[in-house]
């Protein structure tokens, strides 16, 4: 379950349509092509290297007793030694604000391609979706709830959609009709299917846990 909601929290499915729909609006020519693949292999590899980071850290904390942000920073004390709480207050905030900012505009585009509305931030629908998911997420932790096991929901529901969206993107990107010569090659399919079958097996294994199935 805890790999599953990892990954899932690492690879946020909805953030692949964040990022098409923002390649969409930046990049327009085939030319640009070359400048959208290095803007994702860099966002790519500075999202690996927080979590690497975020797993080392959490690595190293041996108290088994962690309830709150201020047992985090305890248990982080031998590794940062007295500026744990100022990295452990760094990486929450970093962690919420760059979540409070790019979850409602992923929201803001999945519901507004559904819909078939303008995808634009000038348009007041599309503001609208964004403000709803902005300002439910604000009046659910003022609430006072502990919503550590809605989050842990969250991210393992994340992790089992992931092949889900993998296998439409697989399917997507080997259609000539949209690509043509820009479609996949069979590395990039080899690789594609790899990580469909992995990440399938892991959701397939989140399931039967939390439904008690026995599938194995």
């Known amino acids: 379950m805890l790999i599953i909601a990892l990954i899932g929290t690492t690879v946020v499915p909805y953030n692949l349509f964040l990022h098409a729909s923002l390649v969409k609006e930046k990049w327009k020519a085939v030319s640009d092509l070359s400048y959208a693949r290095k803007d994702t292999i860099i966002a790519i590899a500075l999202g690996g290297i927080v979590s690497m980071s975020i797993i080392i850290s959490a ?4 108290s088994a007793e962690v309830s709150n942000a201020a047992d985090l920073a305890l248990a982080l004390e031998p590794l940062f030694g007295g500026f744990a709480k100022y ?11 760059t979540s409070a900012i790019t979850a409602p505009l992923a929201a803001a585009y999945v519901a507004t391609g559904c819909l078939g509305w303008h995808s634009s931030l000038k348009s007041a629908r599309f503001r609208a979706v964004w403000s709803i998911v902005l300002v439910l997420g604000v009046l659910l932790s003022s609430s006072g709830l502990k919503p550590i096991q809605i989050i842990k929901f969250a991210q393992v529901a994340n992790g089992i959609l992931l092949p889900v969206i993998v296998g439409f993107l697989l399917w997507v990107m080997n259609r000539n ?7 996949n090659s069979k590395v990039n399919n080899i690789f ?3 990580i469909f079958l992995i990440s399938l097996l892991l959701a397939v294994a989140a399931i039967n846990k939390v439904f008690n199935l026995n599938v194995f």
């Open 59 to 62: 690595a190293a904390i041996t």
């Open 87 to 97: 990295v452990l207050a760094t990486g929450l905030f970093s962690a919420g604000i």
């Open 177 to 183: 009709t949209l690509l043509g010569t820009y479609k």
């Open 192 to 194: 594609g299917g790899l």
